[in-house]
């Protein structure tokens, strides 16, 4: 029993940044780990980032590398999604997704249990 509330999305210019927010919200929930994912119109849902329980090992997909960065605070029971040099092709509605049983692929939406409901990032000119 777990639920997840994404904020901070927004319109932005190119180049600009933006930084996005997952609470966690429940008592009794331990995640294996928690992930971005993003989906723009009449598009898939891509695979954005990833972090495990403790913090210590992350993933980024190839669209994000060296751009964007996750980090979570477990006393705030939060995830976020740091986004520096943002480009029109990012804009997309942003997902925080979390996991309840360990696997080593973090990459699969197929292995996360609780999605939150999207916040929209809009990058344009």
């Known amino acids: 029993q777990v639920q997840l509330v994404e904020s901070g999305g927004g319109l932005v210019q190119p180049g600009e940044s933006l930084r996005l927010s997952c609470q966690i919200l429940g008592s009794t929930f331990r995640d294996s780990g928690m992930g971005w994912f993003r989906q723009a119109p009449g598009k898939e849902r891509e695979f954005v980032t990833a972090?495990?329980?403790?913090?210590?090992?992350?993933y980024t997909g190839d669209s994000a590398k060296d751009r964007f960065t996750i980090s979570r605070n477990h006393a705030k029971k939060t995830v976020s999604l740091q986004m520096n040099s943002l480009k029109p092709d990012d804009t997309a509605v942003y997902y925080c997704?979390?996991?309840?049983?360990?696997?080593?692929?973090?990459?699969?939406?197929?292995?996360?249990?609780?999605w939150g409901q999207g916040t929209q990032v809009t990058v344009s000119s």
């Open positions: 972090i495990n329980w403790s913090g210590a090992n992350k």
């Open positions: 997704a979390a996991r309840s049983s360990y696997s080593t692929d973090y990459y699969s939406s197929r292995n996360y249990d609780f």
